[in-house]
């Protein structure tokens, strides 16, 4: 092993766009861009109708984003929760971030919290038309391995139900560029265990591994980008990453810059929502080839599966860990 600190492949994690497998020649580019092209997941595609509105908000001055913000839409007519949501989502999202322009407040320096809740919302908020899927927040502590988010994307449920996470949400107040120790440390390591171990969560809930896919959206001041892990072999969890880009704090670039970010936001959800009805499809065809005669009723309590128990040291060890509790 050429590497003497922890890194992702330690974990059976490969990053496509990791620069350390060709300085040190563990994969060739050619090798890289297999690794890459096998089993690929696309990002979603958006509908048209969607991206066509979203597109209509292509303006860079503050009036003429406000005559198309208050224009009325065929969405308004009878307006449906479940059908127009996302519409209405949009819509939302450009008019509480124009205000924020309006105020000047993207010139000034700010914490985290205040991005997430001035700025990045829009990633919550996204959510808000799925009726079994929750997010999470802020600084949520993971049960799995601890590691804490900002935000995670999770099935719907109550405390004594098991958590189902398909993604989350990491912030940070500003971006000191892609060599910072915090976004190497998040983007590279903590991040995608994170979303490993999402996958080791909900593969054993799904007929095929290769379908599911877990994501994150990383956001520096803002600098946002996202970060995707799926499973393409049995053992090894594959990262691949976004673009990185900036958005200006000036309105004059608000269509080209904002508007992506708006999208990116809908590609995330869209990503935990097919995650979700995968594994939901999975559960129900067990459920029906899984169907027995009344007798199982009687037999329910008589067999368990086989459980683990969890390691225990042997009693040489126990005895060299009292011994070393008296020094």
């Known amino acids: 092993m050429q590497c003497h600190h922890d890194h992702p492949p330690h974990s059976f ?62 969405f308004d007519q009878e307006y449906s929760h479940k059908d127009s949501h996302d519409y209405d989502w949009v819509r939302f999202t450009i008019y509480a971030l124009l205000k924020e322009y309006e105020f000047g407040s993207l010139k000034e320096e700010h914490n985290e919290a205040w991005y997430m809740a001035h700025f990045w919302h829009f990633i919550d908020t996204v959510f808000n038309g799925e009726d079994e899927i929750t997010v999470l927040s802020y600084r949520t502590t993971r049960k799995k391995i601890g590691k804490k988010c900002d935000m995670i994307f999770a099935k719907k449920s109550c405390n004594h139900d098991e958590v189902e996470e398909y993604g989350a949400s990491e912030a940070g107040k500003a971006y000191d560029g892609d060599q910072a120790i915090k976004r190497l440390e998040e983007g590279f390591v903590k991040l995608p265990k994170c979303l490993k171990d999402m996958l080791d969560n909900i593969l054993p809930k799904c007929d095929d591994n290769k379908k599911l896919q877990t994501i994150n959206f990383i956001h520096s001041g803002l600098q946002p980008y996202v970060i995707r892990a799926d499973r393409p072999t049995k053992y090894i969890t594959r990262i691949q990453k976004s673009r990185n880009y900036h958005l200006s704090s000036d309105i004059s670039q608000f269509g080209t810059i904002v508007l992506p970010a708006i999208y990116i936001a809908w590609v995330t959800k869209d990503i935990v929502r097919n995650t979700y009805n995968i ?29 683990d128990g969890p390691e225990t040291s042997s009693s040489q060890e126990k005895i060299l860990k009292k011994s070393n509790n008296f020094y």
């Open 13 to 74: 994690i490969i990053d496509t766009r990791d620069s350390n497998y060709k300085t040190y020649e563990v994969f060739s580019p050619a090798e890289l861009d297999e690794i890459k092209a096998f089993e690929e997941k696309k990002l979603p595609i958006i509908p048209t109708d969607l991206r066509d509105y979203i597109n209509s908000f292509n303006k860079n001055s503050i009036q003429e984003l406000r005559s198309q913000i208050f224009q009325s839409q065929e």
């Open 279 to 307: 594994i939901q499809e999975s559960n129900t065809h067990n459920n029906n080839s899984n169907i027995q005669g009344p007798e199982w009723l009687t037999q329910y309590w008589e067999e368990s599966e086989k459980e």
